[in-house]
C-alpha cells in the first residue's frame, strides 16, 4: 500500500486503506495511525480528482470515509490540510447526501 501511496494510484490507495478498518481495536495509536494513512492519501488528490475517486466507492466505503473524515478532522494539525479534508467533506456529501452523515454519527463502530 506504500507503494500505492507514493504512486499515482491513489484510487487503489485509498481502497485498500479503506479494506480493514480498525474497528474491533480498543488500541487508540492503531486507530490513529490508520487515520493517518487515509489522510496521506486523501491529502495527495488533487481537488478535480476528489469526485472521480468518490464516484468508484461504494456506498459503504464512502460512509466509511466519512468516519475517517471525522476523525482526521479531529486530529489534525494544520489548518491548510483541515481545508483540504473540508472540502473532502463535501464533495462526499454532495455525493452521498446527508444520510452518509447521519448513517456515520449514528454508527457505533469507530474508526
Not at 489522510?39 to 472521480?52: I, N, P, S, T, Y
Request: glycine share 4%.
Amino acid at each position: 500500500m506504500l507503494q500505492a501511496l507514493t504512486g499515482a494510484d491513489k484510487l487503489k490507495a485509498l481502497t485498500a486503506a479503506l479494506d480493514d478498518p480498525p474497528y474491533a481495536t480498543r488500541d487508540a495509536d492503531l486507530r490513529k495511525q490508520s487515520a493517518a494513512v487515509v489522510a496521506q492519501v486523501l491529502l495527495g488528490v488533487k481537488e478535480a480528482e476528489m469526485k472521480g475517486m468518490l464516484e468508484k466507492l461504494s456506498a459503504e466505503q464512502q460512509d466509511l470515509l466519512m468516519k475517517y473524515l471525522y476523525r482526521i478532522l479531529e486530529t489534525v494539525d494544520k489548518s491548510n490540510d483541515s481545508a483540504t479534508i473540508l472540502k473532502w467533506h463535501a464533495v462526499l456529501t454532495e455525493l452521498a447526501g446527508v444520510g452518509c452523515i447521519v448513517r456515520t454519527l449514528s454508527e457505533k463502530k469507530v474508526v
